[in-house]
Every structure is written in structure tokens, then in C-alpha cells.
């Protein structure tokens, strides 16, 4: 039985290499593999291995996507964000943590690599303020971690998800709480190693830019083409300078100001130039903003009131109101349904259903309890968790290693949510590495001066968060919740 529950698991790690190597859906992959291994080692029926696939997580999933896909869409999303950056002062050393709070909102409506399409603008800003490209890139970076954590985004979903399919409670709000404090003191640790030049910045006289209207020419991230879309093409083209184009972004290949953070001045407004009259929301939008604002309060409230919410029928009511006013968008936002995740999230799940039926989890986790101490077995599993997640998707790791906390849960000697809590975190805090889609976005959208040295800062900082990590949320939420008695 162990030869088998063994050659379960090299299966399961042998589909994620593949997968990786040769740049297939994992998903695929794992729902293939967990039909084969389910079939052919653990006997199982072929319904018993289908049912394992997590029907709950799929609508939350759909659901969300759909009613932002939506939003997006009929152009809430894109106007609203033109009108808090046209609000936005010239205080050099505030604009990365606006940019942060931009970035988190967009991440946290459904899909947090949607925030990528900040990145361009970011760093235009950063060119044009004096601010280390290290600390905006890494800002956007830590703005879309803890966005994604949010009740209504992709990893709060699968992980508080795949943590209530295995009987742990955790609440999503808390989560989203955890991981928004993470990203917090490490947006405060930025500032601390990147934050001097645009402290001294903030005492120049500068001038705001009009960012809703002026910006690089045909690739302006707030066009009214789809941010997700968007979004999927800047992930494209950001493999180290693949489709980078130095001129979209104002800058000279010759411009010996752009290495790290410009001297130079926005252009002064030319006297009697008016900008242009912004463009007023038009009744659909002002719905679409309703019902947003009603998500977020139906789950706070539904949170409140000890009720588990669920976000994605609740997406698909509003959803559905919204496409049966303007039918058009509802059509369009179909196809913008992040159905690549539900399909790696299901395959996931559905194989690790299988290793669970064979006693695979298990043994690891017995595996995990034999290190001895429980704060360490915790630390090393979000350490690996971190580990593997810098150069695969994080999506992936979380909906794959949440399971096998379970056996370390089951003894009680570790507090669940605080354990699954903080292996969610640890798998996300490393995406700032330029393994990584996060990483890479940052480097591809800055000068190319500059590429070298933010490579290099990102590397180290991305891999010193598979230590550094599991130190901050073992220590500092595991440990704590242990001493209280969990």
C-alpha cells in the first residue's frame, strides 16, 4: 500500500513538472492523472473520483469573474480608476502607497492579476517623481498579494475555500485581514531600504501629470478595451523585456536619467490649456457601483452575523441583474470568465481527492509530525509552500498544499485556520521574485536601465520571503493562536 500511495504522489509532482516543462494546462493534466491514478492504483469508481472535483469553489469562482468581468466591462472599473489618479497630489513619497491602494482594489474583484495593469502607469509615475522603481514595482506587487486575499478574489477563495471543504473554519474576512497586514509591514519595510529618493522628492515643487488623459500613446492601461484582457497581455510580454518597448513609456534608450528613478521634471501645463471635461458615469456604471458596494457590505455583514456568505451566487445575482439591463456587456463578460483556474483549481483538488482516498496525505503528514515539533513541522511546510510557489503558480500550490496540513491539524496540536491561514500567505509573499508572473510584470514594464538592478533586488527579496515569510506568520500568527489555545 505505501509502493502505491508513493507512486500516487511522484505522479502528482511528476504532472506539475511536466506541465511546467512543456507549458501545458496543469489542470488537464490533473484531472487525467487523477482518473488514471484513482482507476488503476486505488481501485476507485470513476464517479467517486469525478465527485471529488469541488463544485463550490467552481461557482465561487465563475461567479466572481463574471460579475467583474461585468464591471469591467461597461467601463466602471476603468473610470473609476481615472478618477482617483486625476485626484492624486504630487507627494512623491504617498504615491507608491496610492498606487498600492489602486492596485489592491482592482485585485480584489475577482482576478489579482488584473492589478498588472497598473504596472505601465506605476512606473511612468516613478520615472517621472524620482521614485526607486524597486519601491513601486514591489508596492503593485504587495497590493495585488493582499487584494487576492480578499473574500471576492482568487486565492481568499481557494484557500478559504479548500479550508472549509476540509471542515476547518476560517472566516474570510480574517484571512483577507492576515494577509493584508502581511503585505503592510512588508510595504513598510520597502519604504524603509527604497523610500529616500522620493521622500526627498516630496519637497520639490512638482506637478501632478493629467494620468487620465495623457500617458504612452496606444498602450495606456485604461483604455476601454478590458483590464483583464489587458491584463493577460502584459503577463505575455513580460518575460524580461519581450515586447518591451522603451518609447511607449517616454523614455530614451539614451536617457542617462532613467536608470533608477528620473530627475526630471513633468512638463509644465501650458497656460490657458484646460483639461479635458471628465466624462460624467453613465446610469449603468452608477448600477454597477450600487451592486459593489452591495457585495462588499452583503458579505461583511453576512460575516458579522456569524453566516457563512457565498460570494459567488451573490456575484451571480448581481451579475444577472446587470446583463439583464444591458445584454450586450453580459454577453461580452462570458467569455472573460477565468475558466483556465477553475480548471486548474478542479484538476488540483480532484487529484488531491484521490491522494487523500489512497492515504497519501496522510503519510505525508505523519511524514511532517515526525520532525518532532509542531512549529516546526508548520514552519518548514510554509517554507516549502514559499519555495515551490516562486516558480509555479500560486493558485496551484495553494489549492494543492492546503490538504496536507490536514494530518498536522488533525492531532490539535496546531491551530487549523492559523495553519492554513499562514501557508496561504507564504505561498503568495514570494511572487515579487522575477520568476514570477508579479516579478517579471515589474521588470518588463521599467526602463531597461533599470532592469539589471531591479532583477537583482527582486531575486533577493523574493527569495529571502521563503524565510522570511514563514518567520513572520508562524511566529507572529501560528505561535500566538497556539498559546491562546487555537
Known amino acids: 500500500m505505501v509502493t502505491a500511495q508513493l507512486a500516487a504522489l511522484a505522479i502528482f509532482v511528476a504532472l506539475f513538472a511536466l506541465g511546467a516543462i512543456r507549458g501545458v494546462h496543469i489542470g488537464i493534466l490533473m484531472i487525467a492523472g487523477a482518473a488514471g491514478t484513482g482507476l488503476l492504483l486505488a481501485h476507485m469508481k470513476l464517479a467517486d473520483i469525478i465527485a471529488g472535483f469541488p463544485l463550490d469553489i467552481m461557482v465561487l469562482l ?88 480578499a473574500p471576492t478574489s482568487l486565492y481568499g477563495i481557494v484557500t478559504y475555500g479548500t479550508a472549509h471543504k476540509a471542515g476547518i473554519a476560517l472566516n474570510p474576512l480574517l484571512l483577507f485581514a492576515i494577509a493584508l497586514a502581511t503585505y503592510l509591514v512588508l510595504l513598510a519595510a520597502a519604504y524603509v531600504m527604497f523610500g529616500r529618493r522620493g521622500k526627498r522628492a516630496a519637497g520639490l515643487r512638482l506637478h501632478s501629470p493629467d494620468l487620465a488623459h495623457a500617458g504612452p500613446a496606444g498602450n495606456h492601461p485604461f483604455e476601454r478595451e478590458s483590464a483583464l484582457s489587458r491584463g493577460g497581455a502584459t503577463t505575455a510580454s513580460a518575460q524580461f523585456g519581450e515586447g518591451d518597448d522603451e518609447a511607449a513609456y517616454g523614455i530614451s534608450a539614451d536617457d542617462p ?62 451579475g444577472a441583474a446587470l446583463t439583464l ?26 487529484f488531491v481527492g484521490v491522494l487523500q482516498e489512497m492515504g497519501a496525505v496522510d503519510l505525508l503528514g505523519e511524514g511532517a509530525k515526525a520532525i518532532g515539533s509542531p512549529l516546526v513541522a508548520a514552519f518548514v511546510l510554509c517554507a516549502v509552500g514559499g519555495l515551490v510557489s516562486a516558480f509555479a503558480s500560486t493558485t496551484g500550490i495553494l489549492a494543492a498544499l492546503v490538504p496536507l496540513a490536514l494530518p498536522m491539524i488533525a492531532d490539535g496540536h496546531l491551530p487549523g485556520w492559523a495553519l492554513i491561514a499562514a501557508l496561504g500567505v507564504c505561498s503568495a509573499v514570494v511572487d515579487v521574485s522575477p520568476f514570477s508572473t508579479l516579478g517579471a510584470t515589474v521588470v518588463a514594464t521599467a526602463p531597461d536601465p533599470a532592469k539589471p538592478r531591479l532583477i537583482r533586488i527582486l531575486t533577493t527579496f523574493g527569495m529571502s520571503m521563503v524565510i522570511v515569510g514563514p518567520i513572520l506568520l508562524v511566529g507572529g500568527l501560528v505561535l500566538p493562536a497556539m498559546l491562546a489555545g487555537g
Open 62 to 149: 465563475v461567479g466572481v469573474t463574471y460579475f467583474f468581468a461585468i464591471a469591467q466591462t461597461n467601463g466602471t472599473i476603468d473610470k473609476l480608476i481615472d478618477r482617483a489618479l486625476t485626484k492624486v497630489g504630487s507627494n512623491a513619497f504617498a504615491l507608491p502607497i496610492v498606487f498600492f491602494l489602486l492596485t489592491l482594489g482592482i485585485a480584489a474583484m475577482g482576478a489579482p492579476l488584473a492589478g498588472l495593469v497598473m504596472m505601465p502607469v506605476g512606473m511612468q509615475v516613478a520615472r517621472r517623481y524620482n521614485i526607486d522603481f524597486a519601491l513601486m514595482g514591489l508596492a503593485m506587487c504587495f497590493a495585488i498579494g493582499a487584494g487576492g486575499f
Open 257 to 318: 536619467d532613467a536608470a533608477a528613478g528620473s530627475t526630471a521634471q513633468p512638463a509644465e501645463e501650458q497656460p490657458g490649456s484646460a483639461a479635458p471635461a471628465e466624462a460624467r458615469f453613465t446610469g449603468v456604471q452608477i448600477l454597477t457601483i450600487v451592486f459593489i458596494v452591495g457585495l462588499i457590505a452583503a458579505v461583511v455583514a453576512l460575516a458579522a452575523l456569524g453566516r457563512k456568505p457565498d460570494v459567488g451566487i451573490l456575484c451571480f445575482a448581481f
Open 325 to 350: 439591463i444591458d445584454p450586450a456587456t453580459g454577453r461580452n463578460a462570458i467569455s472573460k470568465i477565468d475558466w483556465s483556474t477553475v480548471l486548474l483549481v478542479g484538476g488540483i483538488i480532484t
